[in-house]
């Protein structure tokens, strides 16, 4: 397992190299100039500020540069949303918000699925089946922001009893409704997978074969049904992740959360191109890190797998 | 030969379920006898309502079915001496926490598939002994690895640490067989337990079952379709048809004395491999009948090469022929024409008498 995990890091490594290999690319082919105003500049002073940041040197060389910098911490200064602001101390308490949004509306979204996917199994075509299935066929098709919408308007506007954009001075209860509204596409899909897997493990042989034991049916469920079922259902874990992420531009953008979705967006168009390579680069990182903690998950659950990784 | 001690007594069960399509009519009227320290097998094709039967006994019960009537009488002694009851009458929850697994046990037709891939052998092992016995973890897992040595698994304290998948499928079916036998039931179900297993495995583990099944004095419903299997194992054999007891006997009746016209036809589609000249493979012609449809009269009839008029109207009742010997068909009627089993099979039947004869001269 130890062997497995280090070998996945290393692979991980490389991947963000690439990726930011690639983003680097693509910006220098964007057209503009990260400068303001650059209309009132002449062309000179132009390319004085380039020279000043370096950005008249070639593609390959700047991208060296860049990444002999990350390696001490330096993700280099923003050129025109904060000028000359380190990027690290413009991005740091933009991440802890969102880290707290993402790592709430993951666990909320899990759980509440898991649990409305196994109510819906084990009382299958009762109101709560039904109850889950609607449920299921909204949060999947209706997009995070119909649900910000929603949300903002009735639990914010019309019965206030949450703030309507994120409010500093109480930062828990501001990321109340972005988490909702995030989580709805987790609980959903969640909902739905556990449903259907749990239905299938109780059909299963091996099911049959452990009710033969005559074990009541609270240790049947324990011990055997849902640990297969987490089997299955971690596997879609790891695309609902990705779904987290993207999801979370939009939402922070109506509640007007300051965290990295909104930096994100407001970089881009801009050609802030430091913003836009830290934040990728945040992104990277937790996806590769969620990616890897599914699949010791998904080890830990499924023996097959983790002697097969032994091995 | 002492008093035999009846386990198990089905009457007139029947068992129906609701499809798309209208009521099926999977078991007519079944009646069976499985006495303490014998093996009965349950032999039809597919559809024939053999598998239903068994569930029935287990309380395995699907939704759409409902049942027709009859009962389902089985005897056992839960310490405060002995006890029968209605399989079909006691509630699901007697059935779980009472019969299951302590009286009556399972074994499963596909060992691949009827062991938990995320629980090691030991605690599935354990499980039922843990819930049953009343016994200590120590104690469990000693006479876990005593039951693994028992159905032939070396090494058994370190085979009780791994995972199904790690085992071979006729590893796997001994193991199955072992958590069958951990709580030391009184009837044990055995449905289909070599058909998923290469043939040389095949008569290891029927061997296996059957050393058993004398070592603890059990009961044994043994339902195949193959039968040479049912030559090796069962002391009685039931053959069903579309959800009925056509003829039921002792073994040695059914194979050298058949009085069913299905019997004769499943007896001469076993392939011959020791005649001379390579026989064609004998076929039943024709389907089994569709259980959604009402049946009037004999439902082997449209396939039965002798049927008479009366097939087509009435349902044989069971004719007694000798001891434990009886065929529902007409043909055993007094007043019905004598029609004799076909050449073929009365010579292969000639065959398997002289070759028994031989082995038990050994």
Same mark, same amino acid.
């Given at each position: 397992?130890?062997?497995?995990?280090?070998?996945?890091?290393?692979?991980?490594?490389?991947?963000? +190299?690439?990726?930011?290999?690639?983003?680097?690319?693509?910006?220098?082919?964007?057209?503009?100039?990260?400068?303001?105003?650059?209309?009132?500049?002449?062309?000179?002073?132009?390319?004085?500020?380039?020279?000043?940041?370096?950005?008249?040197?070639?593609?390959?060389?700047?991208?060296?540069?860049?990444?002999?910098?990350? +390696?001490?911490?330096?993700?280099?200064?923003?050129?025109?949303?904060?000028?000359?602001?380190?990027?690290?101390?413009?991005?740091?308490?933009?991440?802890?918000?969102?880290?707290?949004?993402?790592?709430?509306?993951?666990?909320?979204?899990?759980?509440?699925?898991?649990?409305?996917?196994?109510?819906?199994?084990?009382?299958?075509?009762?109101?709560?089946?039904?109850?889950?299935?609607?449920?299921?066929?909204?949060?999947?098709?209706?997009?995070?922001?119909? +649900?910000?919408?929603?949300?903002?308007?009735?639990?914010?506007?019309?019965?206030?009893?949450?703030?309507?954009?994120?409010?500093?001075?109480?930062?828990?209860?501001?990321?109340?409704?972005?988490?909702?509204?995030?989580?709805?596409?987790?609980?959903?899909?969640?909902?739905?997978?556990?449903?259907?897997?749990?239905?299938?493990?109780?059909?299963?042989?091996?099911?049959?074969?452990?009710?033969?034991?005559?074990?009541?049916?609270?240790?049947?469920?324990?011990?055997?049904?849902?640990?297969?079922?987490?089997?299955?259902?971690?596997?879609?874990?790891?695309?609902?992740?990705?779904?987290?992420?993207?999801?979370?531009?939009?939402?922070?953008?109506? +509640?007007?959360?300051?965290?990295?979705?909104?930096?994100?967006?407001?970089?881009?168009?801009?050609?802030?191109?430091?913003?836009?390579?830290?934040?990728?680069?945040?992104?990277?990182?937790?996806?590769?890190?969620?990616?890897?903690?599914?699949?010791?998950?998904?080890?830990?659950?499924?023996?097959?797998?983790?002697?097969?990784?032994?091995? | 030969?002492?008093?035999?001690?009846?386990?198990?007594?089905?009457?007139?069960?029947?068992?129906?379920?609701?499809?798309?399509?209208?009521?099926?009519?999977?078991?007519?009227?079944?009646?069976?006898?499985?006495?303490?320290?014998?093996?009965?097998?349950?032999?039809?094709?597919?559809?024939?309502?053999?598998?239903?039967?068994?569930?029935?006994?287990?309380?395995?019960?699907?939704?759409?079915?409902?049942? #027709?009537?009859? =009962?389902?009488?089985? =005897?056992?002694?839960?310490?405060?001496?002995?006890?029968?009851?209605?399989?079909?009458?006691?509630?699901?929850?007697?059935?779980?926490?009472?019969?299951?697994?302590? !009286?009556?046990?399972?074994?499963?037709?596909?060992?691949?598939?009827?062991?938990?891939?995320?629980?090691?052998?030991?605690?599935?092992?354990?499980?039922?002994?843990?819930?049953?016995?009343?016994?200590?973890?120590?104690? @469990?897992?000693?006479?876990? @690895?005593?039951?693994?040595?028992?159905?032939?698994?070396?090494?058994?304290?370190?085979?009780?640490?791994?995972?199904?998948?790690?085992?071979?499928?006729?590893?796997?079916?001994?193991?199955?067989?072992?958590? @069958?036998?951990?709580?030391?039931?009184?009837?044990?179900?055995?449905?289909?337990?070599? =058909?998923?297993?290469?043939?040389?495995?095949?008569?290891?583990?029927?061997?296996?079952?059957?050393?058993?099944?004398?070592?603890?004095?059990?009961?044994?419903?043994?339902?195949?379709?193959?039968? #040479?299997?049912?030559?090796?194992?069962?002391?009685?054999?039931?053959?069903?048809?579309?959800?009925?007891?056509?003829?039921?006997?002792?073994?040695?009746?059914?194979?050298? &004395?058949?009085?069913?016209?299905?019997?004769? #036809?499943?007896?001469?589609?076993?392939? &011959?491999?020791?005649?001379?000249?390579?026989?064609?493979?004998?076929?039943?012609?024709?389907?089994?009948?569709?259980?959604?449809?009402?049946?009037?009269?004999?439902?082997?009839?449209?396939?039965?090469?002798?049927?008479?008029?009366?097939?087509?109207?009435?349902?044989?009742?069971?004719?007694?022929?000798?001891? !434990? !010997?009886?065929?529902?068909?007409?043909?055993?009627?007094?007043?019905?024409?004598?029609?004799?089993?076909?050449?073929?099979?009365?010579?292969?039947?000639? @065959?398997?008498?002289?070759?028994?004869?031989?082995?038990?001269?050994?």
């Amino acid at each position: 397992m130890k062997k497995y995990v280090l070998k996945r890091m290393g692979i991980s490594l490389v991947t963000v +190299f690439v990726i930011l290999f690639v983003l680097f690319m693509l910006l220098s082919l964007m057209p503009g100039s990260p400068f303001n105003n650059q209309e009132k500049l002449s062309p000179e002073q132009i390319q004085q500020m380039k020279a000043f940041y370096g950005l008249d040197k070639p593609v390959l060389e700047r991208f060296f540069r860049y990444i002999i910098n990350m +390696f001490h911490g330096d993700f280099g200064v923003s050129y025109n949303i904060q000028v000359n602001m380190p990027i690290r101390d413009m991005v740091t308490s933009r991440l802890l918000i969102t880290l707290a949004i993402g790592l709430q509306a993951g666990v909320l979204g899990t759980l509440i699925g898991l649990i409305l996917g196994i109510v819906a199994a084990l009382y299958r075509r009762t109101v709560w089946d039904s109850l889950t299935t609607v449920i299921s066929v909204l949060g999947v098709s209706l997009p995070s922001f119909v +649900f910000a919408l929603l949300l903002s308007y009735f639990l914010g506007f019309k019965y206030q009893l949450f703030p309507l954009l994120y409010n500093s001075s109480m930062p828990m209860v501001s990321t109340v409704l972005p988490t909702i509204a995030l989580s709805m596409f987790t609980v959903a899909s969640v909902a739905r997978y556990t449903r259907t897997e749990m239905i299938s493990v109780m059909d299963s042989d091996y099911y049959m074969l452990a009710e033969s034991k005559g074990l009541p049916k609270v240790k049947l469920i324990v011990n055997h049904v849902l640990r297969n079922t987490m089997i299955s259902v971690i596997t879609v874990l790891a695309p609902l992740l990705v779904n987290l992420m993207t999801g979370s531009l939009v939402v922070e953008k109506i +509640f007007s959360v300051p965290g990295l979705g909104s930096l994100y967006i407001t970089a881009i168009q801009s050609n802030d191109y430091n913003v836009v390579l830290a934040i990728s680069f945040i992104y990277s990182v937790m996806f590769i890190i969620a990616m890897l903690l599914v699949d010791i998950l998904y080890g830990i659950i499924d023996p097959r797998i983790r002697l097969a990784k032994e091995e | 030969m002492s008093e035999k001690k009846q386990i198990l007594k089905i009457r007139d069960l029947s068992v129906s379920f609701h499809t798309a399509n209208g009521l099926v009519k999977a078991v007519r009227g079944l009646n069976m006898d499985v006495y303490r320290g014998e093996t009965v097998a349950v032999v039809g094709e597919s559809g024939s309502g053999k598998s239903v039967t068994v569930k029935e006994i287990m309380g395995i019960h699907a939704p759409n079915e409902s049942i #027709g009537g009859g =009962t389902i009488e089985f =005897t056992y002694d839960d310490g405060g001496g002995e006890k029968t009851v209605d399989l079909l009458k006691i509630s699901p929850r007697t059935m779980q926490n009472h019969l299951k697994g302590k !009286h009556i046990a399972m074994v499963f037709q596909d060992p691949m598939t009827s062991l938990d891939p995320t629980m090691t052998i030991g605690r599935q092992l354990m499980e039922g002994m843990l819930l049953h016995l009343h016994i200590g973890r120590e104690e @469990a897992r000693k006479r876990a @690895a005593e039951l693994l040595r028992m159905v032939g698994i070396s090494d058994p304290e370190k085979r009780m640490k791994s995972y199904p998948h790690q085992l071979s499928g006729g590893m796997r079916q001994r193991v199955v067989i072992a958590i @069958a036998l951990s709580c030391d039931p009184d009837l044990l179900i055995c449905d289909e337990p070599t =058909t998923a297993l290469d043939v040389t495995i095949q008569a290891r583990i029927l061997q296996l079952i059957m050393d058993l099944q004398k070592q603890f004095n059990i009961a044994v419903v043994f339902i195949t379709h193959n039968l #040479g299997v049912v030559a090796k194992v069962a002391d009685y054999v039931n053959v069903m048809y579309a959800g009925k007891i056509i003829e039921t006997g002792r073994t040695e009746d059914i194979f050298f &004395d058949p009085r069913h016209p299905y019997t004769w #036809g499943l007896l001469s589609s076993i392939p &011959d491999v020791s005649g001379d000249k390579a026989d064609r493979l004998y076929n039943i012609k024709g389907n089994p009948p569709n259980l959604l449809n009402e049946i009037k009269g004999d439902a082997f009839a449209p396939r039965n090469p002798f049927a008479m008029e009366i097939d087509f109207q009435e349902e044989p009742p069971m004719f007694k022929i000798s001891g !434990h !010997h009886q065929a529902a068909t007409w043909l055993l009627d007094p007043r019905a024409p004598k029609v004799e089993m076909p050449d073929q099979l009365r010579r292969r039947i000639e @065959a398997m008498k002289k070759e028994d004869a031989a082995h038990a001269g050994n």
